[in-house]
């Protein structure tokens, strides 16, 4: 039988001012009433399709914020303002900022929205409603369409389509936060009733390989070229897994069995990291597998988990197709919804039939927030073909993998697992070139501050701390020398000084600077 496990990555970096408790960028708001909600609802018309979530702790953290008002959002701020009291910075803001979502899969289809998108690409003025209907539409159409067509209010608002009130206005801002709060009991239902597994992340989605160690970048890639100040502090990998698992049970009620590495990164050192905090199987990527066992690409070698046998216990590791991930992730939004999930039928198919009398595992595993904005209707009409064609199929079943490993635990092992990520099966978006490299020397700098103050017995809060590990997100680091407009060199920053605020020493220079050009 061949067995195919769904695994789906949801997070989002901290964005949080943790000094003021403010964002300015609107994502995990957004991202939450767009892409995780929905994708778990879905599924009840499919009862017998089963799928996993990755959900990493630093999104679920900023989830509750909004929950409990923890957190002051700048674009929802100015969204919920009265168009007509806007100041001329707020209005220029709104319209400058107000069209950040797909152009031709979503602002297109909507008549007004897509009226307002030229009128503000001609530079035309825009009265106060104008605003107010940008305002709206800006904020409805990152509203799941799941959720625009079973709520009323909203329902109600798109068929209108133009002319809004404030309070149609307020309605559709407060329908997101209202989904925003069904979003972690929406997963708790769906796993009691066992047809979903959540797993989680490190907690603040750091690269825990080069945590331990930035020197196993050039395990990865002999060619890579490593920071002027290494970073090496593999006590903060053990913390960043640690923190996620509690976090994880207090909110689940229940230990974890699977993790998802950050960027499915992946090294030998940290694997007792895992097994000492429960950790019963972590997901890679294929390119892991095949150069642990040094070998060519096998698909009789890919479809199967495997043993990691360590002092500390064992740990099973299962590794993703990327060929049929990167199909849905990237090559499907393009085709018709039909055809596409047709065609990843026939690709399951192929797979049974060379796997025929065997209990063969496919993982297939990719983002789940960015690639249905992708889609027209926000990968509904895919999904929902997708799931019909795997719930009448009788040659393959979906799983979760917790169900999958107790059932068929690993045979084959590993000795030693090689470094790497799922990009390239290498560390290079994240460090080996000048920009990045100086990202982590900058963070080493800080961290071996705090260090120098653990050692001398000096006191340290949790704030400082959490903002330290905050700092060692991934996020970062991806984005260096190819972020425009430079978000997430401006978050780093403003993270890192926040750091030598909260520890009472001052704010180097150099962070009042942009690290890429």
């Known amino acids: 039988m061949l067995n195919l496990a769904l695994i789906y990555h949801n997070h989002q970096p901290?964005?949080?001012?943790?000094?003021?408790?403010?964002?300015?960028?609107p994502w995990v708001r957004l991202h939450g009433t767009k892409d995780y909600l929905d994708m778990v609802l879905m599924l009840e018309k499919f009862p017998s399709v089963k799928a996993t979530f990755n959900m990493v702790p630093s999104l679920v953290e900023q989830i509750e914020d909004y929950r409990s008002g923890q957190v002051r959002d700048k674009f929802l701020d100015i969204s919920y303002k009265p168009a007509h009291q806007l100041t001329h910075d707020e209005r220029k803001f709104v319209v400058d900022n107000f069209f950040m979502i797909n152009r031709d899969k979503v602002v297109a289809f909507h008549p007004r929205y897509y009226e307002l998108y030229f009128k503000a690409a001609n530079k035309q003025h825009f009265d106060d409603q104008d605003v107010l209907d940008l305002q709206v539409w800006f904020n409805l159409s990152w509203i799941d369409p799941y959720f625009r067509n079973s709520m009323h209010e909203l329902r109600s608002i798109v068929n209108k389509g133009r002319f809004f009130s404030e309070e149609e206005k307020k309605a559709?801002?407060?329908?997101?936060?209202?989904?925003?709060?069904?979003?972690?009991?929406g997963?708790?239902?769906?796993?009691?009733?066992?047809?979903i597994e959540v797993i989680l992340s490190p907690y603040y989605h750091p690269i825990l390989p080069l945590l331990y160690n930035t020197k196993l970048a050039k395990e990865a890639n002999p060619k890579s070229t490593l920071p002027a100040t290494g970073f090496s502090f593999p006590q903060d990998a053990r913390a960043q897994i640690a923190s996620g698992v509690a976090q994880y049970i207090g909110r689940f009620n229940r230990q974890p069995e699977g993790m998802w590495p950050s960027e499915e990164s992946v090294c030998d050192h940290i694997v007792p990291y895992f097994i000492e905090?429960?950790?019963?199987?972590?997901?890679?990527?294929?390119?892991?597998?095949?150069?642990?066992?040094?070998?060519?690409?096998?698909?009789?070698?890919?479809?199967?988990?495997?043993m990691l046998r360590r002092e500390q216990g064992s740990l099973q590791v299962i590794?993703?197709?990327?060929?049929?991930?990167?199909?849905?992730?990237?090559?499907?939004?393009?085709?018709?919804?039909?055809?596409?999930?047709?065609?990843?039928?026939?690709?399951?198919?192929?797979?049974?039939?060379?796997?025929?009398?065997?209990?063969?595992?496919?993982?297939?595993?990719?983002?789940?927030?960015n690639a249905w904005e992708y889609y027209r209707n926000d990968g509904h009409e895919f999904l929902q073909n997708l799931y019909s064609r795997l719930a009448d199929a009788q040659f393959v079943k979906t799983v979760t993998p917790g169900e999958y490993l107790q059932q068929f635990p690993a045979k084959a092992q590993i000795k030693r697992l090689a470094a790497g990520s799922w990009i390239y099966g290498e560390f290079s978006k994240w460090i080996n070139n000048?920009?990045?490299n100086k990202g982590w020397?900058?963070?080493?700098?800080?961290?071996?501050?705090?260090?120098?103050m653990v050692d001398e017995g000096k006191p340290v809060s949790d704030l400082a701390w959490k903002q330290m590990y905050i700092a060692e997100g991934s996020d970062w680091f991806w984005w260096f020398g190819e972020d425009y407009p430079g978000y997430f060199d401006r978050l780093f920053r403003m993270h890192l000084s926040n750091f030598y605020t909260l520890i009472n020493r001052p704010i180097p220079e150099y962070l009042n600077k942009p690290i890429s050009p």
């Open 14 to 25: 901290y964005y949080k001012n943790l000094l003021t408790g403010e964002t300015d960028v």
């Open 172 to 185: 559709v801002l407060d329908a997101q936060l209202k989904i925003l709060s069904e979003i972690l009991p």
């Open 187 to 195: 997963y708790k239902k769906f796993m009691d009733s066992k047809q």
């Open 277 to 306: 905090s429960g950790i019963k199987w972590i997901v890679t990527d294929e390119d892991i597998l095949f150069k642990s066992l040094r070998r060519k690409r096998s698909a009789k070698a890919l479809y199967q988990p495997y």
């Open 319 to 369: 590794f993703r197709d990327r060929n049929l991930s990167d199909l849905i992730g990237f090559t499907y939004p393009q085709w018709n919804a039909v055809d596409a999930a047709n065609d990843f039928m026939t690709h399951l198919e192929n797979i049974a039939k060379a796997n025929a009398g065997k209990d063969a595992l496919v993982t297939v595993a990719l983002d789940g927030e």
């Open 434 to 436: 000048p920009y990045k």
């Open 441 to 452: 020397e900058y963070l080493a700098i800080a961290r071996q501050e705090l260090q120098k």
